[in-house]
C-alpha cells in the first residue's frame, strides 16, 4: 500500500512541483514531479487562503456572507427579508443563493468565523455577523470595515465568569481578581474561553499576567465545577445559565457587548466594481427599516382658525413633535353650499413607546378621529453611515 502526502509549500516554490510517495511495505521513498497534481493543489491552496496573483479580480459576482445555522442565520434572513431583500435558495442545501432585488449579486451561507476569515482573504465581499466574531477573527485588521454597528438582533456580551463560592466569594471586580495572590507562574488563573485572541488580550489589559487559557468541548459553564478552570470567558445573553451553573459575572469583566453588523473588505469596495453601489443600496434598505421600527404614523383631526393656530396648540405638547414637526394640512368641507376648512388634519411620527401618551395629549388639544399605522421604512436624508463610509475609504 502507497501512503501519498503533499507538501504543499513545497509545491508553491518549487520550480517543478513535487509530491513525496512513500511504500509502507518497503519503506522506500521516491520523489515525483506529477504537474497535473501538484498544479490542482495549488489551486486549492489558492481557494483556501484567498485570493493570489492577482484571482482577486477574476470574479464579477459580489459575494455576500451569511450565518448558514442557528438564531443568527434565522435573524439574518428575517431582517433581509423586511428589507424587501428575500434570499432565494433553490435547494435548502445548497450553500449558494442570491438576492433578486441585487443583480451581479451571491450570497454564500458559512460559520460566521468564516465570514471574517474570507473576507479577509478577498472571497467574499461583504457579510453580517456578530461583533463578537468580527473582534475575535478579524484581530483589528484595517482591511475591515464595519458598515452598520447596529442591526438590532444577536444581542450578547463578552464577559468573564466565576464561581460564586470558595475562594471566589468575595470576589466582585476584575481589579479584585487580579489582586488575587494565588496566581502565580508556576499556578496560573485557569480560563476555558473560545475566544483565544480577544480573551489573553483583555486578561494582560487589566493586569492578569500568570493566566492559562483552554477550550472545552461542550457547555463551558460546566468547567469550573469539573476542575477544568477557575473562571470562563464566553458569551452571555441573559445570565440565566450562568446563574444556574453558581456561576457569576464580575464589575469591568466585560470585554464587549456584541450585536449583529454589516461587515465589508476595504479592498473590494475600492476595487470590485459595483461593490460599493451595491453597499450603498443594503445600507440604505437597512438604514430605512430599522428607523421604522416601533414607529408610528398618528392622524387626528382637529377644528382651528387657522394651520398656526393648531401647530401652535400641537407643539405645545412634548409628545407630539415628531421627527421634524408636524405635518397641519387643512380639512375640506361643503356646508351651506360652500367649500370651507374648519378643521385640520395632524400628522406626526411617535414612537411606540409614547404612543398611548401622544394619543391623550391630542385629545387634551382637541383631536379627534385619531388614526395610527405602523411604519414600515423611514427614507431621510443621506444616512450618515454611508458619508462616514466614503470618509473612511478617502472617497
Known amino acids: 500500500m502507497w501512503t501519498f502526502t503533499a507538501n504543499f509549500q513545497q509545491c508553491l516554490s518549487s520550480p517543478i512541483p513535487c509530491i513525496s510517495i512513500t511504500s509502507r511495505s518497503s519503506n522506500s521513498r521516491v520523489c515525483q514531479k506529477p504537474t497535473l497534481i501538484c498544479s490542482a493543489l495549488q489551486s486549492q491552496v489558492e481557494t483556501l487562503n484567498g485570493t493570489t496573483g492577482g484571482r482577486f479580480f477574476e470574479r464579477n459576482e459580489i459575494r455576500l456572507g451569511l450565518p448558514s445555522k442557528g438564531r443568527m442565520a434565522t435573524d439574518t434572513l428575517e431582517l433581509l427579508k423586511d428589507c424587501q431583500l428575500s434570499v432565494k435558495q433553490v435547494n435548502p442545501r ?85 489582586q488575587m495572590p494565588q496566581w502565580t507562574e508556576a499556578k496560573p488563573l485557569r480560563v476555558a474561553t473560545g475566544f483565544t485572541y480577544l480573551g489573553p488580550k483583555f486578561l494582560r489589559e487589566n493586569g492578569l499576567e500568570h493566566v492559562s487559557f483552554s477550550t472545552a468541548d461542550g457547555a463551558l459553564e460546566a468547567a469550573p465545577a469539573m476542575g477544568i478552570a477557575d473562571a470562563i470567558l464566553d458569551l452571555v ?93 387643512p380639512v375640506f368641507c361643503k356646508r351651506d353650499g360652500k367649500v370651507v376648512a374648519d378643521y385640520y388634519a395632524i400628522v406626526i411620527c411617535v414612537p411606540k413607546k409614547s404612543l398611548y401618551k401622544s394619543v391623550q395629549q391630542l385629545r387634551a388639544i382637541g383631536g379627534s378621529g385619531v388614526l395610527i399605522s405602523p411604519l414600515t ?14 470618509k473612511e475609504l478617502g472617497l
Open 377 to 390: 421604512y423611514i427614507f431621510d436624508e443621506e444616512t450618515p453611515r454611508w458619508n462616514q463610509l466614503l
Open 237 to 329: 445573553s441573559s445570565g440565566t445559565t450562568l446563574r444556574e451553573n453558581n456561576l457569576k459575572e464580575i464589575e469591568g469583566g466585560v470585554v464587549l457587548e456584541s450585536q449583529a453588523v454589516l461587515l465589508a473588505s476595504r479592498k473590494s469596495l475600492v476595487q470590485r466594481k459595483g461593490a460599493l453601489d451595491t453597499t450603498h443600496e443594503i445600507l440604505e434598505r437597512l438604514e430605512a427599516h430599522l428607523m421604522a421600527v416601533g414607529q408610528f404614523t398618528v392622524t387626528a383631526n382637529m377644528r382651528g382658525s387657522s394651520a398656526q393656530e393648531v401647530a401652535e396648540r400641537v407643539l405645545s405638547q412634548t409628545s407630539l413633535s415628531g421627527m421634524q414637526g408636524p405635518t397641519i394640512s
Open 94 to 178: 445548497q450553500y449558494v443563493a442570491n438576492i433578486p432585488q441585487l443583480a451581479g449579486l451571491e450570497v454564500w451561507f458559512q460559520r460566521p468565523k468564516d465570514i471574517v476569515r474570507k473576507l479577509l482573504s478577498g472571497d467574499l465581499d461583504l457579510g453580517i455577523v456578530g461583533l463578537d466574531t468580527v473582534s475575535e477573527y478579524g484581530q483589528g485588521s484595517e482591511d475591515l470595515i464595519i458598515v452598520h454597528e447596529a442591526l438590532e438582533y444577536g444581542d450578547c456580551r463578552l464577559s468573564l465568569a466565576i464561581p460564586k463560592y470558595g475562594i471566589f466569594e468575595n470576589i466582585n471586580s476584575i481589579q479584585d481578581l487580579a
